[in-house]
Protein backbone atom coordinates (compact mmCIF):
# COMPACT_ATOMS: atom_id res chain seq x y z
CA UNK A 1 0.00 0.00 0.00
CA UNK A 2 1.72 3.01 -1.24
CA UNK A 3 0.36 6.66 -0.06
CA UNK A 4 1.32 9.97 -0.57
CA UNK A 5 0.67 13.07 1.89
CA UNK A 6 1.60 16.67 0.13
CA UNK A 7 1.29 19.62 2.11
CA UNK A 8 1.57 23.03 -0.23
CA UNK A 9 1.63 25.98 2.41
CA UNK A 10 5.34 27.25 3.37
CA UNK A 11 7.66 24.52 4.21
CA UNK A 12 6.18 22.40 1.36
CA UNK A 13 6.90 18.69 1.45
CA UNK A 14 5.85 15.32 0.38
CA UNK A 15 5.70 12.17 2.86
CA UNK A 16 5.72 8.71 0.79
CA UNK A 17 5.08 5.11 2.83
CA UNK A 18 4.81 2.00 1.85
CA UNK A 19 2.07 0.42 4.40
CA UNK A 20 3.44 1.91 7.86
CA UNK A 21 7.26 2.73 6.92
CA UNK A 22 7.81 6.19 5.56
CA UNK A 23 10.20 5.56 2.14
CA UNK A 24 11.11 9.54 1.88
CA UNK A 25 10.19 12.46 3.20
CA UNK A 26 11.22 15.56 2.01
CA UNK A 27 11.03 19.38 1.39
CA UNK A 28 10.66 21.01 -1.62
CA UNK A 29 13.35 23.75 -0.43
CA UNK A 30 16.12 20.86 -0.45
CA UNK A 31 15.68 21.15 -4.14
CA UNK A 32 15.26 24.58 -5.34
CA UNK A 33 17.18 26.19 -2.85
CA UNK A 34 13.97 28.58 -2.17
CA UNK A 35 13.99 28.80 1.59
CA UNK A 36 10.35 27.91 2.77
CA UNK A 37 9.58 27.16 -0.63
CA UNK A 38 5.74 26.97 -1.39
CA UNK A 39 5.66 24.00 -4.09
CA UNK A 40 6.18 20.45 -4.53
CA UNK A 41 6.85 20.20 -8.13
CA UNK A 42 10.38 18.67 -7.87
CA UNK A 43 9.97 16.73 -5.29
CA UNK A 44 6.85 14.99 -6.72
CA UNK A 45 9.76 14.00 -9.27
CA UNK A 46 11.42 12.45 -6.86
CA UNK A 47 8.58 10.38 -5.63
CA UNK A 48 8.60 9.14 -9.52
CA UNK A 49 12.02 7.79 -8.88
CA UNK A 50 10.52 5.55 -6.31
CA UNK A 51 7.65 4.56 -7.63
CA UNK A 52 4.68 4.90 -10.30
CA UNK A 53 1.92 3.52 -8.65
CA UNK A 54 0.37 5.25 -5.39
CA UNK A 55 -2.88 4.10 -3.98
CA UNK A 56 -3.68 6.72 -1.69
CA UNK A 57 -2.75 10.95 -2.63
CA UNK A 58 -3.73 12.65 0.98
CA UNK A 59 -3.21 16.60 -0.01
CA UNK A 60 -3.74 19.02 2.80
CA UNK A 61 -6.70 20.86 3.06
CA UNK A 62 -5.12 24.89 1.75
CA UNK A 63 -6.96 27.42 2.73
CA UNK A 64 -10.98 27.65 2.92
CA UNK A 65 -11.20 29.34 -0.25
CA UNK A 66 -10.97 28.44 -4.18
CA UNK A 67 -6.88 27.40 -4.09
CA UNK A 68 -7.31 24.04 -5.07
CA UNK A 69 -4.86 21.10 -5.85
CA UNK A 70 -5.76 21.33 -9.58
CA UNK A 71 -2.09 22.05 -11.19
CA UNK A 72 -0.52 19.37 -9.47
CA UNK A 73 -3.26 16.76 -10.41
CA UNK A 74 -2.21 17.21 -13.61
CA UNK A 75 1.54 17.10 -12.79
CA UNK A 76 1.58 13.93 -11.29
CA UNK A 77 -0.10 12.56 -14.30
CA UNK A 78 2.24 14.72 -16.83
CA UNK A 79 4.97 12.60 -14.99
CA UNK A 80 3.49 9.01 -14.70
CA UNK A 81 2.22 8.61 -11.25
CA UNK A 82 -1.01 6.64 -11.50
CA UNK A 83 -3.04 7.47 -8.37
CA UNK A 84 -5.66 4.88 -7.62
CA UNK A 85 -7.67 7.48 -5.12
CA UNK A 86 -7.13 11.08 -3.77
CA UNK A 87 -7.84 11.92 -0.47
CA UNK A 88 -8.27 16.00 0.59
CA UNK A 89 -7.15 15.86 4.21
CA UNK A 90 -10.43 17.81 5.76
CA UNK A 91 -8.47 17.44 8.90
CA UNK A 92 -7.01 21.17 9.24
CA UNK A 93 -3.88 22.09 9.11
CA UNK A 94 -3.54 21.90 13.11
CA UNK A 95 -4.85 18.74 12.83
CA UNK A 96 -2.47 17.37 10.76
CA UNK A 97 0.58 19.31 12.94
CA UNK A 98 -0.75 16.74 15.51
CA UNK A 99 -1.48 13.89 13.53
CA UNK A 100 2.01 13.65 12.61
CA UNK A 101 3.40 14.24 15.83
CA UNK A 102 0.98 12.00 17.65
CA UNK A 103 2.15 8.76 15.92
CA UNK A 104 5.53 9.68 16.17
CA UNK A 105 5.31 10.33 19.71
CA UNK A 106 5.13 6.99 20.79
CA UNK A 107 2.16 7.64 23.30
CA UNK A 108 -1.12 5.76 23.28
CA UNK A 109 -2.87 8.95 24.33
CA UNK A 110 -1.99 12.54 24.79
CA UNK A 111 -3.01 15.84 25.13
CA UNK A 112 -1.92 17.91 22.04
CA UNK A 113 -0.71 21.43 22.17
CA UNK A 114 -0.11 23.15 18.05
CA UNK A 115 0.66 27.17 18.14
CA UNK A 116 2.38 28.58 15.06
CA UNK A 117 1.60 31.98 13.23
CA UNK A 118 -1.35 30.70 11.91
CA UNK A 119 -3.17 27.76 10.05
CA UNK A 120 -6.32 27.18 8.07
CA UNK A 121 -8.75 29.48 7.29
CA UNK A 122 -12.22 28.95 8.82
CA UNK A 123 -15.06 30.14 7.67
CA UNK A 124 -14.90 32.02 11.69
CA UNK A 125 -11.50 32.44 11.58
CA UNK A 126 -7.55 31.71 10.69
CA UNK A 127 -6.59 29.30 13.63
CA UNK A 128 -3.41 30.27 15.79
CA UNK A 129 -3.83 27.69 18.44
CA UNK A 130 -5.41 24.45 19.26
CA UNK A 131 -5.53 22.12 21.99
CA UNK A 132 -6.37 18.06 20.97
CA UNK A 133 -6.62 15.14 22.45
CA UNK A 134 -5.73 11.85 20.69
CA UNK A 135 -5.55 8.35 21.13
CA UNK A 136 -5.32 4.93 18.62
CA UNK A 137 -8.67 5.17 17.31
CA UNK A 138 -8.40 7.80 15.15
CA UNK A 139 -12.27 8.39 15.39
CA UNK A 140 -11.54 9.70 18.38
CA UNK A 141 -9.37 12.10 17.89
CA UNK A 142 -10.61 15.32 18.67
CA UNK A 143 -10.20 19.78 19.19
CA UNK A 144 -10.96 20.99 22.98
CA UNK A 145 -10.01 24.53 22.26
CA UNK A 146 -8.75 26.56 19.72
CA UNK A 147 -7.98 30.37 19.40
CA UNK A 148 -8.49 32.17 15.91
CA UNK A 149 -7.66 35.43 14.14
CA UNK A 150 -11.09 37.11 13.46
CA UNK A 151 -12.15 38.60 9.68
CA UNK A 152 -12.74 42.16 9.14
CA UNK A 153 -13.22 43.00 12.82
CA UNK A 154 -16.41 41.13 12.67
CA UNK A 155 -17.63 39.30 15.99
CA UNK A 156 -16.99 35.39 15.31
CA UNK A 157 -20.19 33.56 14.54
CA UNK A 158 -21.15 29.94 13.62
CA UNK A 159 -17.85 28.14 15.51
CA UNK A 160 -18.00 25.32 16.81
CA UNK A 161 -18.16 25.59 20.99
CA UNK A 162 -14.48 24.55 21.21
CA UNK A 163 -13.36 27.97 19.48
CA UNK A 164 -12.75 30.84 21.80
CA UNK A 165 -15.00 33.33 20.77
CA UNK A 166 -12.25 36.71 21.33
CA UNK A 167 -10.42 37.51 18.01
CA UNK A 168 -6.45 37.33 18.87
CA UNK A 169 -3.12 37.83 16.89
CA UNK A 170 -1.57 34.99 18.55
CA UNK A 171 1.64 34.38 20.37
CA UNK A 172 3.34 32.82 17.01
CA UNK A 173 2.16 35.79 15.07
CA UNK A 174 3.41 38.57 17.92
CA UNK A 175 7.04 36.59 17.93
CA UNK A 176 7.02 36.21 13.82
CA UNK A 177 6.08 40.12 13.68
CA UNK A 178 9.00 41.20 16.03
CA UNK A 179 11.76 38.72 14.13
CA UNK A 180 10.60 40.74 11.08
CA UNK A 181 10.93 44.31 12.55
CA UNK A 182 14.21 42.69 13.80
CA UNK A 183 15.42 42.84 10.24
CA UNK A 184 14.87 39.16 9.50
CA UNK A 185 12.44 37.29 7.63
CA UNK A 186 9.06 36.38 9.66
CA UNK A 187 9.69 32.80 9.78
CA UNK A 188 13.36 33.07 10.85
CA UNK A 189 12.15 33.20 14.51
CA UNK A 190 15.06 31.18 15.55
CA UNK A 191 17.38 34.42 15.21
CA UNK A 192 15.57 36.18 17.64
CA UNK A 193 15.26 32.92 19.88
CA UNK A 194 19.50 33.55 19.75
CA UNK A 195 19.74 37.55 19.90
CA UNK A 196 17.37 37.42 22.86
CA UNK A 197 20.05 35.77 25.26
CA UNK A 198 22.37 38.95 24.74
CA UNK A 199 19.27 41.20 26.18
CA UNK A 200 18.44 41.94 29.55
CA UNK A 201 15.01 43.41 31.21
CA UNK A 202 14.38 47.01 30.25
CA UNK A 203 11.32 48.75 31.39
CA UNK A 204 10.63 51.12 28.13
CA UNK A 205 9.41 47.79 26.87
CA UNK A 206 6.12 46.75 27.61
CA UNK A 207 4.35 43.31 27.65
CA UNK A 208 3.41 41.96 24.54
CA UNK A 209 1.51 38.84 24.71
CA UNK A 210 -1.79 38.80 26.68
CA UNK A 211 -4.98 36.53 26.03
CA UNK A 212 -6.95 39.41 26.11
CA UNK A 213 -7.64 42.56 26.41
CA UNK A 214 -5.47 45.17 28.94
CA UNK A 215 -2.75 46.49 27.37
CA UNK A 216 -3.04 44.46 24.35
CA UNK A 217 -6.28 45.88 23.22
CA UNK A 218 -4.27 47.44 20.75
CA UNK A 219 -3.92 44.06 18.67
CA UNK A 220 -5.86 41.86 20.03
CA UNK A 221 -8.34 42.65 18.05
CA UNK A 222 -6.33 43.01 15.15
CA UNK A 223 -7.63 42.15 11.54
CA UNK A 224 -5.53 39.55 9.73
CA UNK A 225 -6.40 41.21 6.44
CA UNK A 226 -3.71 43.25 7.07
CA UNK A 227 -1.18 40.64 8.56
CA UNK A 228 1.59 43.28 6.68
CA UNK A 229 1.10 45.74 9.19
CA UNK A 230 0.78 43.98 12.08
CA UNK A 231 4.22 45.22 13.99
CA UNK A 232 1.93 48.92 14.00
CA UNK A 233 -0.33 46.96 16.37
CA UNK A 234 1.98 44.46 18.46
CA UNK A 235 4.78 46.97 19.15
CA UNK A 236 4.71 48.99 21.83
CA UNK A 237 4.47 52.31 21.31
CA UNK A 238 6.92 54.16 23.44
CA UNK A 239 9.41 51.55 22.45
CA UNK A 240 9.29 52.83 18.81
CA UNK A 241 10.12 56.46 20.29
CA UNK A 242 12.94 55.01 22.53
CA UNK A 243 14.45 52.90 19.55
CA UNK A 244 14.96 55.87 17.58
CA UNK A 245 16.40 57.77 20.19
CA UNK A 246 18.96 55.33 21.37
CA UNK A 247 21.89 54.19 19.91
CA UNK A 248 22.98 51.15 20.67
CA UNK A 249 21.09 49.40 17.80
CA UNK A 250 22.18 45.32 19.14
CA UNK A 251 21.45 46.20 22.70
CA UNK A 252 17.93 47.23 21.70
CA UNK A 253 17.24 44.88 19.32
CA UNK A 254 18.12 42.20 22.15
CA UNK A 255 16.29 43.49 24.86
CA UNK A 256 13.48 43.65 22.59
CA UNK A 257 13.91 39.87 21.81
CA UNK A 258 14.79 39.32 25.92
CA UNK A 259 11.30 40.47 26.25
CA UNK A 260 9.39 38.71 23.47
CA UNK A 261 11.53 35.06 24.52
CA UNK A 262 10.61 35.48 27.99
CA UNK A 263 6.88 36.37 27.67
CA UNK A 264 7.12 33.62 24.88
CA UNK A 265 7.96 30.92 27.11
CA UNK A 266 5.77 31.84 29.94
CA UNK A 267 2.77 31.64 28.07
CA UNK A 268 3.61 28.11 26.65
CA UNK A 269 3.87 26.87 29.86
CA UNK A 270 0.90 28.14 30.78
CA UNK A 271 -0.99 26.48 28.03
CA UNK A 272 0.79 22.79 28.60
CA UNK A 273 -0.76 23.20 31.90
CA UNK A 274 -4.10 23.94 30.26
CA UNK A 275 -3.76 21.21 27.48
CA UNK A 276 -3.37 19.11 30.94
CA UNK A 277 -6.03 19.86 32.54
CA UNK A 278 -8.42 19.88 29.32
CA UNK A 279 -7.30 16.53 28.64
CA UNK A 280 -6.25 14.82 31.51
CA UNK A 281 -3.66 13.39 30.29
CA UNK A 282 -0.14 13.65 31.48
CA UNK A 283 0.99 12.62 27.91
CA UNK A 284 1.76 16.64 26.58
CA UNK A 285 2.73 17.03 23.00
CA UNK A 286 4.04 20.33 21.67
CA UNK A 287 3.86 21.09 18.17
CA UNK A 288 3.54 23.93 15.31
CA UNK A 289 6.14 26.48 14.40
CA UNK A 290 6.21 27.96 17.46
CA UNK A 291 7.93 24.29 18.93
CA UNK A 292 11.15 24.62 16.98
CA UNK A 293 11.84 27.29 20.13
CA UNK A 294 14.49 24.84 21.42
CA UNK A 295 15.47 27.54 24.75
CA UNK A 296 11.93 27.33 25.61
CA UNK A 297 11.46 23.81 25.61
CA UNK A 298 14.45 22.68 27.92
CA UNK A 299 12.99 26.24 30.82
CA UNK A 300 9.72 24.74 30.11
CA UNK A 301 10.34 21.09 30.53
CA UNK A 302 12.48 21.84 33.70
CA UNK A 303 8.93 23.57 35.78
CA UNK A 304 6.87 21.14 34.75
CA UNK A 305 5.37 18.97 37.03
CA UNK A 306 7.30 15.51 37.25
CA UNK A 307 4.44 13.79 36.58
CA UNK A 308 4.21 15.46 32.83
CA UNK A 309 5.84 13.83 30.17
CA UNK A 310 6.79 15.93 27.34
CA UNK A 311 7.31 15.19 23.79
CA UNK A 312 8.01 18.06 21.42
CA UNK A 313 7.93 16.94 17.71
CA UNK A 314 11.11 17.19 15.74
CA UNK A 315 8.82 17.97 12.42
CA UNK A 316 7.02 20.30 13.94
CA UNK A 317 7.58 23.30 11.30
CA UNK A 318 4.84 22.75 7.90
CA UNK A 319 6.84 20.09 6.33
CA UNK A 320 5.38 17.91 9.15
CA UNK A 321 1.63 18.36 7.57
CA UNK A 322 2.35 16.20 4.81
CA UNK A 323 3.30 13.23 7.32
CA UNK A 324 0.33 14.20 8.91
CA UNK A 325 -1.96 13.87 6.13
CA UNK A 326 -0.06 10.61 5.25
CA UNK A 327 -0.60 9.36 8.37
CA UNK A 328 -4.02 10.15 9.34
CA UNK A 329 -5.09 8.93 5.91
CA UNK A 330 -3.35 5.78 6.51
CA UNK A 331 -4.61 4.87 10.23
CA UNK A 332 -8.61 5.72 8.44
CA UNK A 333 -8.45 4.59 5.15
CA UNK A 334 -7.00 1.85 5.68
CA UNK A 335 -7.45 0.49 9.15
CA UNK A 336 -7.32 -3.40 9.16
CA UNK A 337 -3.72 -3.25 7.22
CA UNK A 338 -2.53 -0.33 10.21
CA UNK A 339 -4.28 -2.40 13.39
CA UNK A 340 -1.74 -4.78 11.98
CA UNK A 341 0.83 -2.39 10.89
CA UNK A 342 1.26 0.38 13.41
CA UNK A 343 2.84 3.59 12.82
CA UNK A 344 6.14 3.18 15.04
CA UNK A 345 7.44 5.86 17.26
CA UNK A 346 10.22 8.53 15.61
CA UNK A 347 13.45 6.67 15.78
CA UNK A 348 15.63 9.38 13.60
CA UNK A 349 14.85 12.03 10.70
CA UNK A 350 16.63 10.71 7.86
CA UNK A 351 14.18 10.77 5.45
CA UNK A 352 15.54 12.49 2.97
CA UNK A 353 17.18 11.27 -0.27
CA UNK A 354 20.33 9.02 -0.32
CA UNK A 355 23.49 10.35 -0.94
CA UNK A 356 24.67 9.08 -4.95
CA UNK A 357 28.33 9.63 -5.62
CA UNK A 358 27.68 10.54 -9.46
CA UNK A 359 29.73 13.88 -9.46
CA UNK A 360 32.50 15.13 -11.29
CA UNK A 361 35.41 17.10 -10.18
CA UNK A 362 37.01 19.61 -12.35
CA UNK A 363 41.10 19.13 -13.45
CA UNK A 364 42.93 19.51 -10.06
CA UNK A 365 40.37 21.11 -8.21
CA UNK A 366 40.29 18.80 -5.44
CA UNK A 367 42.29 15.86 -4.44
CA UNK A 368 40.99 12.67 -3.18
CA UNK A 369 42.08 9.93 -0.28
CA UNK A 370 41.13 7.33 2.04
CA UNK A 371 40.32 8.61 5.49
CA UNK A 372 39.48 7.00 8.55
CA UNK A 373 37.16 8.52 11.17
CA UNK A 374 40.84 8.56 13.81
CA UNK A 375 42.24 10.79 10.12
CA UNK A 376 39.79 12.86 9.85
CA UNK A 377 39.05 13.57 13.82
CA UNK A 378 42.64 14.34 14.18
CA UNK A 379 42.32 16.73 11.19
CA UNK A 380 39.31 18.33 12.98
CA UNK A 381 41.13 18.58 16.18
CA UNK A 382 44.04 20.38 15.01
CA UNK A 383 41.31 23.65 14.04
CA UNK A 384 39.91 22.33 10.61
CA UNK A 385 36.30 22.77 9.15
CA UNK A 386 35.38 19.96 8.05
CA UNK A 387 31.58 19.13 6.35
CA UNK A 388 30.15 15.61 6.69
CA UNK A 389 27.78 14.34 3.75
CA UNK A 390 26.43 10.85 4.12
CA UNK A 391 23.41 8.52 3.60
CA UNK A 392 19.62 10.33 3.78
CA UNK A 393 19.13 13.90 4.40
CA UNK A 394 17.35 14.98 7.36
CA UNK A 395 14.09 15.94 7.62
CA UNK A 396 12.79 19.41 9.01
CA UNK A 397 15.12 22.11 10.03
CA UNK A 398 17.77 20.55 12.02
CA UNK A 399 21.64 18.94 10.95
CA UNK A 400 22.23 15.73 12.23
CA UNK A 401 25.38 14.33 11.06
CA UNK A 402 24.35 13.64 7.55
CA UNK A 403 24.27 17.27 5.87
CA UNK A 404 26.40 18.78 9.02
CA UNK A 405 29.59 20.87 9.20
CA UNK A 406 31.78 19.79 12.11
CA UNK A 407 34.65 22.02 14.23
CA UNK A 408 36.41 21.44 17.29
CA UNK A 409 34.29 22.20 20.34
CA UNK A 410 37.51 23.17 22.76
CA UNK A 411 38.71 26.14 20.41
CA UNK A 412 38.15 29.53 21.98
CA UNK A 413 37.26 31.25 18.83
CA UNK A 414 35.27 28.60 17.31
CA UNK A 415 32.67 30.67 16.58
CA UNK A 416 33.91 33.44 14.85
CA UNK A 417 35.48 30.82 12.81
CA UNK A 418 32.54 29.02 11.88
CA UNK A 419 30.42 31.93 11.79
CA UNK A 420 32.73 33.49 9.11
CA UNK A 421 32.96 30.43 7.10
CA UNK A 422 28.65 29.83 7.11
CA UNK A 423 29.06 33.99 6.43
CA UNK A 424 26.04 34.70 9.32
CA UNK A 425 25.52 37.04 11.90
CA UNK A 426 28.47 36.72 15.19
CA UNK A 427 26.16 36.34 18.00
CA UNK A 428 24.28 32.63 16.70
CA UNK A 429 24.71 29.80 18.92
CA UNK A 430 25.82 26.60 17.72
CA UNK A 431 25.19 22.84 18.12
CA UNK A 432 26.87 20.35 19.75
CA UNK A 433 26.69 16.35 19.01
CA UNK A 434 27.59 14.42 22.25
CA UNK A 435 28.24 10.29 22.73
CA UNK A 436 24.72 9.81 24.13
CA UNK A 437 26.34 7.77 27.28
CA UNK A 438 28.49 10.71 28.29
CA UNK A 439 25.89 13.41 27.95
CA UNK A 440 24.91 13.62 31.94
CA UNK A 441 28.51 14.22 32.17
CA UNK A 442 28.71 17.42 30.41
CA UNK A 443 25.26 18.84 30.23
CA UNK A 444 21.98 19.51 32.94
CA UNK A 445 19.53 17.09 31.13
CA UNK A 446 17.21 17.59 33.97
CA UNK A 447 15.03 14.73 32.96
CA UNK A 448 15.98 14.24 29.73
CA UNK A 449 17.31 10.58 28.61
CA UNK A 450 17.92 12.00 25.15
CA UNK A 451 18.04 14.55 22.79
CA UNK A 452 18.36 12.95 19.57
CA UNK A 453 16.92 15.61 17.37
CA UNK A 454 18.05 18.62 18.49
CA UNK A 455 14.97 19.93 20.33
CA UNK A 456 16.30 21.23 23.70
CA UNK A 457 18.87 24.19 24.32
CA UNK A 458 20.40 22.68 27.94
CA UNK A 459 22.45 24.03 30.30
CA UNK A 460 26.20 23.32 29.82
CA UNK A 461 28.05 21.97 33.46
CA UNK A 462 29.52 24.42 34.83
CA UNK A 463 32.61 22.84 35.13
CA UNK A 464 32.90 22.13 31.68
CA UNK A 465 31.54 25.68 30.34
CA UNK A 466 35.24 26.34 29.66
CA UNK A 467 36.29 22.86 27.96
CA UNK A 468 33.70 23.50 25.04
CA UNK A 469 33.13 27.26 24.35
CA UNK A 470 32.64 26.55 20.91
CA UNK A 471 29.32 25.82 20.95
CA UNK A 472 28.27 27.38 24.76
CA UNK A 473 26.04 30.22 24.06
CA UNK A 474 26.14 33.41 25.80
CA UNK A 475 23.69 32.33 28.12
CA UNK A 476 25.68 29.06 29.01
CA UNK A 477 22.99 26.75 27.13
CA UNK A 478 23.64 24.45 24.05
CA UNK A 479 21.36 23.21 22.01
CA UNK A 480 22.32 19.68 21.93
CA UNK A 481 21.77 15.94 19.45
CA UNK A 482 22.66 12.99 21.69
CA UNK A 483 23.77 9.86 19.86
CA UNK A 484 24.20 6.07 19.94
CA UNK A 485 25.65 3.89 17.81
CA UNK A 486 22.20 2.26 16.06
CA UNK A 487 21.04 5.77 15.12
CA UNK A 488 24.18 7.29 13.15
CA UNK A 489 26.91 4.51 13.08
CA UNK A 490 29.71 6.46 10.88
CA UNK A 491 29.36 9.75 12.64
CA UNK A 492 29.29 8.34 15.93
CA UNK A 493 32.54 6.12 15.36
CA UNK A 494 33.92 9.89 14.25
CA UNK A 495 32.89 11.34 17.57
CA UNK A 496 34.26 8.60 19.21
CA UNK A 497 37.61 8.49 17.30
CA UNK A 498 37.59 12.39 18.54
CA UNK A 499 37.19 11.91 21.97
CA UNK A 500 39.72 8.86 22.38
CA UNK A 501 41.94 12.12 20.71
CA UNK A 502 41.31 14.49 22.64
CA UNK A 503 39.17 13.32 25.93
CA UNK A 504 36.19 15.24 24.91
CA UNK A 505 32.80 13.17 23.22
CA UNK A 506 31.26 15.85 21.63
CA UNK A 507 31.75 17.42 17.92
CA UNK A 508 30.72 21.16 17.25
CA UNK A 509 27.64 20.45 14.58
CA UNK A 510 25.91 23.08 12.71
CA UNK A 511 24.42 22.55 9.26
CA UNK A 512 25.64 22.36 6.11
CA UNK A 513 24.66 25.39 4.22
CA UNK A 514 25.89 28.99 3.85
CA UNK A 515 23.48 31.97 5.28
CA UNK A 516 20.63 32.59 2.95
CA UNK A 517 21.03 28.91 1.63
CA UNK A 518 19.08 25.76 2.42
CA UNK A 519 20.78 22.94 3.93
CA UNK A 520 22.85 20.64 0.93
CA UNK A 521 20.92 17.97 -0.44
CA UNK A 522 22.68 16.39 -2.93
CA UNK A 523 26.66 15.95 -3.64
CA UNK A 524 26.36 18.87 -6.45
CA UNK A 525 25.12 20.54 -3.31
CA UNK A 526 28.28 20.26 -1.22
CA UNK A 527 30.94 20.48 -4.16
CA UNK A 528 29.03 23.94 -4.70
CA UNK A 529 28.96 24.98 -1.41
CA UNK A 530 32.50 24.33 -0.70
CA UNK A 531 33.84 26.15 -3.72
CA UNK A 532 31.93 29.17 -2.72
CA UNK A 533 33.01 29.23 0.84
CA UNK A 534 36.13 28.21 2.95
CA UNK A 535 35.30 24.54 3.75
CA UNK A 536 38.27 22.65 2.37
CA UNK A 537 37.43 18.94 3.54
CA UNK A 538 34.72 17.31 2.87
CA UNK A 539 34.26 13.44 4.46
CA UNK A 540 32.37 10.74 2.96
CA UNK A 541 32.10 8.33 5.38
CA UNK A 542 30.05 5.88 3.23
CA UNK A 543 32.88 5.44 0.70
CA UNK A 544 35.81 6.06 3.07
CA UNK A 545 37.38 9.83 1.75
CA UNK A 546 38.47 12.80 2.31
CA UNK A 547 37.87 15.36 -0.62
CA UNK A 548 40.42 18.54 -0.10
CA UNK A 549 41.16 21.07 -2.22
CA UNK A 550 44.71 20.63 -3.10
CA UNK A 551 46.58 24.26 -1.78
CA UNK A 552 45.14 25.61 1.28
CA UNK A 553 43.05 28.80 0.60
CA UNK A 554 44.92 31.68 2.31
CA UNK A 555 41.63 33.17 4.23
CA UNK A 556 41.30 29.31 6.16
CA UNK A 557 45.13 29.84 7.21
CA UNK A 558 44.33 32.84 8.68
CA UNK A 559 40.76 31.47 10.24
CA UNK A 560 42.24 28.79 11.69
CA UNK A 561 45.51 30.72 12.73
CA UNK A 562 47.99 28.14 12.01
CA UNK A 563 49.36 26.13 9.12
CA UNK A 564 47.63 23.01 7.87
CA UNK A 565 49.74 20.62 9.42
CA UNK A 566 47.82 17.93 8.98
CA UNK A 567 48.29 17.36 4.92
CA UNK A 568 51.80 17.71 5.36
CA UNK A 569 51.97 15.01 7.84
CA UNK A 570 49.54 12.97 6.38
CA UNK A 571 50.01 13.22 2.46
CA UNK A 572 53.65 14.92 2.06
CA UNK A 573 51.70 18.25 0.72
CA UNK A 574 54.56 20.93 0.79
Known sequence: MWILGVNRSHDAAICLMKDNEIVLSLQEERLTHVKYDREVFNALDKVAEITKEIDLCAYTHLYNTKNDFGPYFKYIKKIG?????????????????????????????????????????????????????????????????????????????????????????????????????????????????????????????????????????????????EHKNVMVKVLPYDYISYSKDEDDKFKR?????????????????????????????????????????????????????????????????????????????YVRECRKLARKKKIRPLKNLYFGQPLRYNYELQQNEFRVCEATPERVAELISEGNVVAIAQGKSENGPRALGNRSILYDPRAVDGKDVVNKVKKREYWRPFAGTVLADHAQEWFDMDRLYESPHMMYAVDVLKSMIEKIPCITHVDGTCRIQTLTEEQNPNYYKLIEAFYHLTDVPILFNTSFNLAGDTIVETIEDALKTMRESEICYLYLPEKSELLFFPDVKESTVDLIQKENRYLKNYYGIN
Open 81 to 225: IKVQRYVEAKDYHHSLHASCAFYNSGFDKAGILVIDGAGADHEWGKEHESIFYFNEDPNAAECLSQKVIGYNNQPIENAPSYVDDTRSIGVGMVYSSITDYLGWDGLACGKTMGISSYGEPNDKIKSMISDRGGDQDRFALADFN
Open 253 to 329: HADLAWKMQNEFEEYVYQRIMDTQRLTGSNNIIFTGGCALNCVANYRILRRLPKEINLYVEPMSSDCGTAMGAAYIT
